[in-house]
């Protein structure tokens, strides 16, 4: 895609100096690791290079120098005590810190919204997109396991903090001119919460640093953190009673329970660099899943690098596994369902090709999102300049390519 002209033109410069250049604000919910949010955070930073952040907490040293190189306004939560490692206690104060932000001067305002961030108030005229990873889960579907999993006194507070956030998050929704769902999932959630249509378009995923395998291992791979809803456990519980061989990259609060139900085919490695996550991508018999995602990026990975996955076929896995092609899922998020898949996949794994299975993955690289959210944006400002009377500057669409390509 390099070389290609588009968005990023148009936000420097105004064309023909007759309209003023297109501002943009990009609003994260908060700075302060590189995990999947983030990685849509930079593919939007390319597309958009004089684009402003706003965050309610940031921290450089985390972040990538892409993101670095734009300018980040925070809201009063950055200064409150402990934010940086306690931001998600000062939640209910987060709708309040949105609202205070000061946005009249920029025409197009794009949410990324997992936690707060989308109800922020922009001007009359300006053009507010909201890019969902998923409504938020805390509040929402797994209400009652985070408030399970709380302490006395979180436990106590939860629901009173809670009615006020979904009456909140509702409300705020309505501020929003079109969403886009990371997954057909998270869609379904906008609809049944906010009551909104959404675009799906999928996120994201850096697979040119993954390559296909021509021979795969004797071992089944879990990767992720090691908590409770991604169910780890599952893959655990089944290996052992298969006396299959299973490695588990990742680590988190979940481990000591594991290890303790785990059979003697079990390895844990903790945390891995990439070379040797990848390197594990490649060997392994099948990637296991047993967890809902809103969208899933590590069976997308382990595609790219030849591996069939076998996942709990809800969440992001509807979109991104081909049951018989790619993987195997099951409907049920049981050890029994598990077992009943490892078995079913083990039946049918000569069918398996890893260079189909990668080429499936490459649907989902960082350039065809980068593709579809620019003809996105494209139709959006198409029709708001034919229902407005202040039209916003935007390249006539015959001239327009796709969007230009800044590299690190």
Not at 280 to 288: G, K, P, Q, T, V
Request: proline share 6%; hydrophobic share 40%; charged share 25%.
């Amino acid at each position: 895609m390099g070389g290609l002209e588009g968005i990023a033109g148009s936000v420097a410069t105004a064309r023909d100096g007759q309209r003023p250049a297109l501002r943009v604000a990009i609003i994260h919910y908060w700075l302060v690791n590189m995990r999947g949010g983030e990685k849509v955070l930079e593919a939007l930073c390319e597309l958009f290079p004089e684009a402003d952040i706003f965050t309610h907490v940031y921290d450089p040293d985390a972040m990538s120098p892409t993101i670095r190189r734009h300018k980040v306004r925070t809201t009063f939560i950055q200064n409150l005590p402990g934010a940086r490692r306690h931001y998600q206690k000062y939640l209910p104060l987060m709708p309040m810190a949105l609202e205070e932000l000061d946005l009249s001067a920029y025409d197009l305002v794009i949410s990324s919204e997992s936690g707060p961030a989308k109800g922020v108030v922009v001007r009359p005229d300006a053009i507010h997109v909201c890019y969902c990873h998923s409504p938020m889960r805390y509040i929402w579907d797994q209400y009652a396991q985070y408030r399970n999993s709380a302490g006395p006194l979180m436990r106590l507070g939860m629901p009173w903090i809670a009615t006020g956030l979904r009456q909140w998050d509702v409300t705020s929704a309505a501020r929003v001119d079109h969403f886009i769902a990371n997954s057909k999932a998270v869609a379904r959630r906008i609809k049944k919460y906010w009551r909104r249509d959404s675009e799906v378009i999928a996120p994201p995923v850096d697979v040119s640093k993954l390559d296909a395998a021509c021979e795969r291992g004797d071992f089944y791979l879990h990767v992720g953190e090691l908590v409770p809803y991604k169910r780890a456990d599952i893959a655990v519980r089944a290996c052992s009673m298969l006396d299959r061989r299973l490695i588990v990259i990742g680590d988190g609060p979940e481990l000591k329970r594991l290890k303790k139900m785990a059979g003697p085919t079990i390895e844990f490695l903790g945390r891995l660099p990439d070379d040797l996550l990848y390197e594990h991508y490649a060997r392994c018999r099948a990637l296991l899943f047993p967890g809902e995602e809103d969208f899933g990026i590590v069976p997308v990975e382990a595609m790219a690098a030849g591996a069939p996955v076998v996942a709990f076929g809800r969440g992001g896995a509807e979109d991104t596994i081909l049951d018989g092609h790619t993987g195997v899922t099951f409907r049920e998020q049981s050890v029994a369902s598990m077992l009943s898949a490892i078995i079913e996949f083990e039946m049918e794994e000569p069918r398996f090709s890893s260079t189909n299975i990668a080429a499936h993955a490459h649907k989902f690289e960082r350039n065809v999102f980068k593709e579809r959210f620019t003809q996105s944006i494209r139709t959006i400002l198409a029709r708001h300049n034919q229902e407005r009377t202040r039209p916003i500057d935007f390249p006539a669409t015959d001239t327009m390519r796709g969007p230009r390509v800044f590299s690190d």
